[in-house]
Structures are given as structure tokens and as C-alpha cells.
């Protein structure tokens, strides 16, 4: 299963993703706030995400904080893949 994330600056949006969905095709959705990041996990009960794609523009503080909840969550950081728009 995968797991995609918008780290946008004032929240998280996030969804789920069977292997060779469609685009927009989501198990499950949702949104969280900064403050909410140690509990990202519990956003998706007996869901396991096995990769994950990261799209971060929040910054290097709110980045650490997600790779300690994808980790928490038991995503191996070679199964998580950042990335960030460029001007």
C-alpha cells in the first residue's frame, strides 16, 4: 500500500493508495495539522502503508517530525521517498 503526502505550511493532507490504482483512486484520505504529526499513523486504523511519497515544503523542522511519525508508523526510510517542488 502506498502512502502519498502534501507537507504543506500549515497542515498535512495525506492519502492511501493500493499498488496500480488509479490516480485519485484513494483507500483513504485526510488531513492533519502540524501539531498533529506524532499521531499521523492513527489516521488510518489497520491500514499499513508499505512505501510512501513525500512532497515537503514546510520545511527541515516539519520534515524531521515526519520521518520520526513515518517511522513510528514502520516505514523503513528507504521505503519513503521525499521530494519538493523547485521555483
Known amino acids: 500500500m502506498l502512502l502519498l503526502i502534501d507537507a504543506g505550511n500549515t497542515r498535512l493532507k495525506?492519502?492511501?493508495?493500493?499498488p496500480g490504482s488509479d490516480?485519485?483512486?484513494?483507500m483513504a484520505s485526510g488531513a492533519v495539522t502540524?501539531?498533529?504529526?506524532?499521531q499521523l499513523a492513527s489516521s488510518w486504523p489497520g491500514q499499513r502503508p508499505t512505501?510512501?511519497?513525500v512532497?515537503?515544503?514546510a520545511g527541515t523542522?516539519?520534515?524531521?517530525?515526519?520521518?520520526?511519525a513515518l517511522a513510528s508508523a514502520g516505514l523503513?526510510?528507504?521505503?519513503?521517498?521525499?521530494f519538493r517542488s523547485q521555483p
Open 51 to 53: 512505501r510512501a511519497l
Open 23 to 26: 490516480p485519485g483512486d484513494w
Open 61 to 68: 523542522a516539519i520534515a524531521a517530525q515526519l520521518d520520526a
Open 76 to 82: 523503513a526510510s528507504d521505503a519513503v521517498r521525499w
Open 34 to 38: 502540524h501539531a498533529e504529526l506524532p
Open 14 to 18: 495525506w492519502a492511501l493508495a493500493r
Open 55 to 57: 512532497s515537503n515544503v
